[in-house]
Nanobody, 126 residues
Framework: QVQLVESGGGLVQAGGSLRLSCAAS????????MGWFRQAPGKERELVAA????????YYVDSVKGRFTISRDNAKNTLYLQMNGLKPEDTAVYYC???????????????????WGQGTQVTISS
């Protein structure tokens, strides 16, 4: 069983920055495929960014490319999402997700993730 705990959300003005963290349990974090999802009110949950465990390949949804950076620190069992140039449309609950089945690729489908955090609210004011 993998437990995920997000932190770092908050209220910032447009153009500001936030760094989300996701602390993961488990002995094999370095082999987890990890992702950040978000869900805005009235909208479906969407993948924002993902990172594989092999060569740490990354994926970003087009709307955040060049502004967000996903990274992982395997020594600390922690996943990060650095968010710069925040916009009001980035307002959502952000969720950390993990798969411990160690597929050698990035996972972009929500159904491929087995474990989810409780979410952290990110609110961007205009």
């Amino acid at each position: 069983q993998v437990q995920l705990v997000e932190s770092g959300g908050g209220l910032v003005q447009a153009g500001g920055s936030l760094r989300l963290s996701c602390a993961a349990s488990g002995r094999t974090f370095s082999r987890y495929v990890m992702g950040w999802f978000r869900q805005a009110p009235g909208k479906e949950r969407e993948l924002v960014a993902a990172i594989s465990w092999i060569r740490e390949s990354t994926y970003y949804v087009d709307s955040v490319k060049g502004r967000f950076t996903i990274s992982r620190d395997n020594a600390k069992n922690t996943l990060y999402l650095q968010m710069n140039g925040l916009k009001p449309e980035d307002t959502a609950v952000y969720y950390c997700a993990a798969s411990d089945r160690a597929p050698p690729r990035i996972l972009t489908n929500m159904r491929d993730y087995d474990y989810w955090g409780q979410g952290t609210q990110v609110t961007i004011s205009s």
